[in-house]
């Protein structure tokens, strides 16, 4: 199942369509969007659960995720690699310590 453009609403309206493009450049089904937009309280939480996060958690305030400019998906690990070797061409930001991770 590809995500829907829905999925991708909690993003900036303009950076939609650049993430929208990245998982069209990809096999259908190969990513899942899990998170999106995260209020201040969210990531507070999360950051508070951090010791059971596979994945690096930015302290509140100071994620990407609360200002509508970044998102998580999920798939295999080499086409998250290739998804963010793409990302960052486009001028994205990714790193390969938290993969699941696309940010502007
Ligand atoms: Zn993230």
Do not use: C
Not at 11 to 26: G, T, V
Not at 29 to 58: D, E, I, K, M
Not at 75 to 98: F, I, T, V
């Amino acid at each position: 199942m590809s995500p829907s453009p829905k999925g991708l609403g909690g993003l900036r309206r303009w950076l939609r369509p650049y993430a929208q493009a990245l998982i069209a450049s990809f096999p259908p089904g190969s990513f899942q969007v899990t998170s999106v937009r995260r209020s201040r309280s969210q990531q507070l939480a999360l950051w508070r659960n951090r010791a059971n996060n596979p994945y690096p958690v930015a302290p509140p305030g100071s994620s990407k995720h609360e200002l509508g400019l970044a998102w998580d998906m999920v798939g295999d690990r080499s086409r998250l690699e290739a998804a963010g070797a793409l990302w960052k061409s486009w001028g994205g930001k990714w790193w390969p310590a938290d993969p699941i991770h696309f940010e502007y």
